[in-house]
């Protein structure tokens, strides 16, 4: 079996897409937001409350959970694809612009963006990194959650493009 192979089969696994976020205190006088799209992100435990998130080893957001406890989630909705776009681009120069003209509120947990019209938002706390081939899976334990007032269905991610439901 190819890489390609393999990426062409988990293709055809849709899956609902996330904006992972965090504060990183120490870069600059106030800090700076730090965001990343993802899919891999899956509920796993009720009790206690517990989600795990893929990160790609060595990238930023990576890098900055090894040191942060803790982070944000929000689950984003199918009219927020802009977004979703937006955290996913390769190579970009400062999270601090992407930020710009996005309305979020800051978590009280985690000081982590929580963007506005999503679907929900959590925050977490890292329990456990584990390193598995070239990502690391983060498990945190879910602080606070909050749910959109209205309803709406999710952004959703399947053969390489953002997705409606239905």
Request: aromatic share 6%.
């Amino acid at each position: 079996m190819s890489n390609d192979e393999f990426r062409a089969a988990m293709a055809r696994l849709a899956a609902g897409v996330v904006l992972v976020t965090a504060h990183d205190p120490d870069d600059g006088p106030r800090g700076e937001d730090v965001g990343m799209t993802a899919t891999a992100f899956v509920s796993v435990s009720l009790d206690p409350p517990l989600v795990l998130v893929s990160l790609r080893n060595g990238s930023r957001m990576d890098d900055l959970l090894a040191e942060v406890p803790v982070w944000a989630v929000s689950i984003l909705a199918e009219d927020q694809r802009h977004i979703a776009g937006r955290f996913a681009m390769k190579n970009r120069v400062s999270d601090r612009l992407l930020f710009a003209d996005l309305p979020y509120t800051r978590g009280e947990e985690s000081g982590a963006p929580l963007m506005g019209g999503a679907l929900s938002a959590l925050e977490c706390r890292t329990e456990s990194r584990v390193v598995a081939g070239d990502h690391t899976l983060v498990v945190g334990r879910v602080l606070t959650v909050g749910l959109s007032s209205g309803g709406g269905d999710p952004l959703t991610y399947y053969q390489g493009k953002y997705r409606r439901l239905g």
